[in-house]
């Protein structure tokens, strides 16, 4: 029988297509690794993608965190240890740490987790989970869970997005990946060419299919912090909120 890990630990090659224009890894692509090394862990404690499918599941993330010390750029390598944390209610919490080829902290995330009806979309009891409940590790990387963001209140800029075929996965939905990008893309070229973004924080909010328009805002939130908040144009629900901490 095979030993359940408390701690998963993968290493990961940076690809060409994770980076920016600077040859650095992308807070899309870190939330990549992250996911993949979370969808990996729990396949191997049995409530990954396949389990829950079984019972007409599926995991959505609610919120993340993400904190990076380091730069890891294109051809380096990168480690991901990832840990469930508990449960509270209908969440889940999981959290993260990122690791040059050296062994050097360069990054810590924190998530939060909801599983959703494939038919009716909404919250399940995250039950699959107690059974192996005795392996959490509850260990905080960052000194908290994600943060609850509020709405927009000064506005700098509106665009419309219109989201494609290419941006839906398999549970039917905008992949959350996405809404990382759309952040980004919300800040023009410029202003990348003098900031470094330190840490993201974003708020998962809604579910959005393709060909919907999405209205993309941004605006401060503080000395050195933007916040970008995605709309639906047609009901006016804002389905994701991102926070931008950043540095010259």
């Known amino acids: ?7 998963w630990v993968e290493e990961y090659p940076i690809y060409w297509y994770d980076t920016d224009r600077n ?67 209908l ?36 039950d699959i989970v107690r059974p192996v409940l005795h392996l959490a590790t509850h260990q905080d990387v960052l000194d908290c869970n994600p943060p609850l963001l509020k709405p927009l209140k000064e506005i700098t800029a509106t665009e419309p997005r219109k989201v494609r075929f290419s941006e839906v996965d398999q549970n039917g939905h905008v992949n959350n990946i996405r809404y990382i990008d759309w ?3 919300a800040m023009h070229a410029e202003w990348h060419r003098t900031h470094r973004i330190k840490t993201m924080v974003i708020n998962y909010l809604s579910e959005v299919d393709a060909d919907e328009i999405i209205q993309i805002s941004h605006g401060p939130a503080g000395e050195a912090s933007e916040i970008v908040q995605g709309m639906r144009e047609g009901d006016e629900k804002v389905i994701f909120r991102t926070r931008l901490d950043w540095e010259k």
Do not use: C
Request: a positive charge.
């Open 1 to 7: 029988m095979e030993t359940l890990k408390k701690i």
């Open 23 to 89: 040859g650095h890894l992308k807070m899309s692509g870190v939330a990549n690794y992250l996911q993949e090394s979370a969808w990996r862990h729990a396949n191997h404690l049995g409530f990954g993608w396949e389990d829950l499918l079984k019972r007409n599941e599926f995991w959505v993330i609610i919120s993340l965190m993400i904190r990076m010390t380091g730069k890891p750029a294109w051809g380096q390598k990168i480690t991901v240890e990832t840990w469930p944390k508990g449960v509270d209610r």
């Open 91 to 126: 969440f889940a919490y999981r959290d993260f740490k990122l690791m040059d080829s050296k062994g050097t902290v360069i990054g810590a995330a924190t998530s939060a987790w909801m599983i959703l009806d494939k038919d009716t979309r909404k919250p399940k009891n995250v």
């Open 183 to 185: 952040s980004l893309d």
